[in-house]
């Protein structure tokens, strides 16, 4: 056995083999020459374990390709692209929503270069960060005033501070919905010091519930989107223009989280009726807020547009210096409102809409291209077919409510369906799809079409290992 450890290679000529691997040139000499040393770790490992057992097993030739594998699966990002064949367009675990091109563009910007991010180029003194967005937010849904923060959640968290703090906040119970992250309304409102008065019952609650509750203590009305679960049957909410009818009545201001919150209106793309913020605006909520990241498909971002009085204690609240919105953010989220300014244009231009609203010709269409192009390239291994399916909108948006898809499903002649899903994990890039019926189904829905050629290439790695 120790005469095994004299047929090592040493660290150093690796090393050079390695710098001389165009691929691998560029990496930092130091994270090199640490991976390799954790190489030869494991295989003095397997020496001692008798896993290795002949010299021949430990020639330079026979492990370069070896530490050269490792080398690229350890060296590179951890946090990378993935290819989403899911069929989910807003998938919180992959990302949510993807940025326009001119989104990004305005992001590459604001990061490489100074900006007038709190400078006021009238005056030459210092300015607002919110200002950037706040008319174009107002142009869009109507709103007197407007706020951006971190995310939704840290929405809900201020408006709930600034409006209700060590006060209560009535709420029917059947929208203390858990989003989902731990994101859970009644969790939320304790951490901002609000108290929560839950009112109704779970399937129905009405305009009395409310009104019975409401007290001297009573700060606000709030309606919560019920986002990612749906109740059907004996069920019953009160609208929120009998809402704002209540709120008038007490003098009570009533609160909005709508959730995903979408700017464009989806019937007109076919789909299920959302309320936009704009109606919500017009139906007399003071404060709505939603998730720039949903379906307005722009970055993470949480929206506060509402009443002039109430959002500007928004923005003096210490809590907004802490949960603000950072400037690459701030950069796409105003290129991705620039884009709503033309709706008809918005439902092509943002590509969460695009992907949300694609038809199923379109998209049958790009199913038997993305089967052709596998066939070209691993033809022989598999067999593809074209299904109807579904997808999903994703992100608490539209429950439950399928999206028709024409799917390419892949079934592999040597391995399981399983285990091919399991190496389409660690292919370059990952390649994310899902099983149905014994197959692995790709939703064209969630793919670029430039992406079909990675998507190949991915399934070619996973079946020659
Ligand atoms: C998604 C969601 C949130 C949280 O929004 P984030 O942007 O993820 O922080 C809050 N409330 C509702 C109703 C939601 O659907």
Known sequence: MSRLFQHLP?????????????TLAALPRP???????????????????????????????RLLPAVMAMVRVKARPHFRR????????????????????????????????????????ATGERGSRYSHVEELLCTITGAEAAVVVNNNAAAVMLMLDTLAKGREVIVSRGQLVEIGGSFRIPDVMAKSGATLREVGATNRTHVRDYEQAIGDNTAALMRVHTSNFRMVGFTGEVDLPRMRELGDRYGLPVLEDLGSGTLFPLE???????????????QGADIVSFSGDKVLGGPQAGIIVGREEWISRIKVNPMNRALRIDKMTLAALEATLR????????RTAV??????TAEYRQLRSRAATLRRTLDRAVGEQVETSVRRGASRVGGGAFPERDLETALVAVVP???SVDELRQRL??????????????????????LASDEYRLVAEALNQALRQ
């Open 268 to 282: 007109r793309a076919g789909m299920p009726s959302e309320p936009t913020v704009q109606e919500v605006v017009r």
């Open 425 to 446: 994990l660690a292919t370059d890039p990952p390649l994310v799809g899902r099983i149905e019926d014994n197959a692995f189904c790709l939703d064209p829905r969630t």
């Open 339 to 346: 884009l709503y300014l033309d709706m008809d244009s918005a």
């Open 31 to 61: 994270l090199l020459r640490e991976l390799v040393n954790e190489f030869l770790d494991i295989k003095r490992e397997e020496i001692r374990s008798g896993v290795v057992s002949e010299p021949e097993e430990l020639a330079f030739e």
């Open 413 to 415: 002649k040597n391995i």
């Open 351 to 356: 590509p969460t809409l695009r992907m949300i």
């Open 82 to 121: 993935v290819l989403n064949a899911t069929g989910v367009v807003i998938h919180t675990n992959m990302g949510r929503s993807l940025l326009a091109p001119e989104a990004v563009q305005a992001v590459v910007e604001a990061c490489a270069r100074y900006s007038n991010l709190e400078f006021d180029l």
């Open 10 to 22: 040493s660290v150093d000529p690796i090393l050079t083999a390695l710098t001389d691997d165009s």
